[in-house]
């Protein structure tokens, strides 16, 4: 079992930045892949970044350029470091982690920006 606490969640005004934080705990030397996904209000979920364990990166088109993935092993931690904000990219951002069977999810932290 992994577990994973999204944090840093906010208001925040167009053109701005945040930081979104994931702490992973439990089995976590067994994750081979972790990414940031979003969901907008009456929309479906979608892929913002993928990272797996040797470092591969899948960006969504509507964030490259915007959006940096990064983790920190010795720390079990996942970072997304988000600028330029848009209006467009508010959501609930959750973490997950997958494994190869199984998949793992946050609890979500809400990023609104505001025009």
């Known amino acids: 079992q992994v577990q994973l606490v999204e944090s840093g969640g906010g208001l925040v005004q167009a053109g701005g930045s945040l930081r979104l934080s994931c702490a992973a705990s439990g089995s976590v030397h067994a994750i081979n892949s972790m990414g940031w996904y979003r969901q907008a209000p009456g929309k479906q979920r979608e892929l913002v970044i993928v990272?797996?364990?040797?470092?591969?990166?899948n960006y969504a088109d509507s964030v490259k350029g915007r959006f940096t993935i990064s983790r920190d092993n010795a720390k079990n931690m996942l970072y997304l470091q988000m600028v330029s904000l848009k209006p467009e990219d508010t959501a609930v951002y959750y973490c997950k982690g997958s494994d190869g069977l199984f998949e793992y999810w946050g609890q979500g932290t809400q990023v609104t920006v505001s025009s």
């Open positions: 990272i797996t364990r040797d470092g591969n990166t």
